[in-house]
């Protein structure tokens, strides 16, 4: 299995809080990925990594922020999480994009906001 | 916009039975992606498919993908109740020339095979 670690794997928050998600990873890969999970929605990109402090925004980055400091570690925040921001967070890695290969998941984040 | 949808989203099967789900989108990609999910697990990579033509089989599952149809399919053979999940298909979504890119996901096919 993929060496990557997601924590927390469970998380209960109030709303206007501050929430941090870690995934780290011991592969060395250079991609890096967070997506949400929901249901009737499948799982859509919030923020990804393409290196140590290059990051951009995916498809739902709205209220969401990402750091990667170190090639291991990719932290996705919520600056005051929100009643539409429960759901199951997943950390992903990829090695290249080219060639065969493919993304390898962590175990995910369920995240409640009440 | 890069469009991935499956169907169908729901599939009842009975186990012996054949079907297969259906993966279109609307890039020019010329690779794709399967990945499995159990309930509360994680996705599991399945098969990665390279080119136009690709055929890869592991057990009871078999891939395939038509890029110029812009279509893969996941066919499954005498259904038993083990394959009981939900399956997601992915496409490349490159960006920049190629030095960045992420995977965009179908909604998913939830598969229940029942006896």
């Known amino acids: 299995d993929a060496g990557i670690t997601q924590s927390p794997r469970h998380k209960v928050t109030e709303t206007g809080t501050p929430v941090t998600l870690r995934c780290h990873q011991t592969e060395n890969h250079r991609y890096m990925y967070w997506y949400r999970q929901d249901p009737g929605h499948g799982l859509r990109l919030i923020h990804y990594s393409y290196g140590v402090k290059d990051t951009d925004k995916g498809e739902v980055s709205d209220g969401y922020s990402v750091s990667r400091s170190k090639t291991e570690d990719f932290l996705l925040t919520l600056e005051s999480a929100t009643s539409s921001q429960t759901s199951v967070y997943f950390c992903a890695i990829r090695d290249r994009l080219f060639g065969n290969t493919e993304a390898f998941f962590g175990q995910g984040t369920r995240l409640t906001v009440v | 916009e890069l469009k991935v949808e499956q169907n169908p989203l729901f599939l009842s099967m009975q186990e012996g039975k054949n079907y297969t789900i259906y993966c279109n989108y609307s890039t020019t990609s010329d690779r794709l992606y399967w990945y499995r999910q159990d309930p509360g697990k994680s996705l599991e990579s399945l098969f990665v498919?390279?080119?136009?033509?690709a055929v890869k089989q592991e057990g009871r599952l078999m891939a395939s993908l038509d890029t110029k149809a812009r279509l893969s399919t996941l066919h499954i053979t005498a259904a038993v109740h083990d394959l009981s999940a939900t399956y997601f298909c992915a496409v490349d979504n490159l960006l920049r020339g190629g030095s960045q890119g992420n995977l965009i996901f179908g909604k998913g096919t939830k598969l229940s095979v029942k006896p």
């Open positions: 498919l390279l080119s136009n033509g």
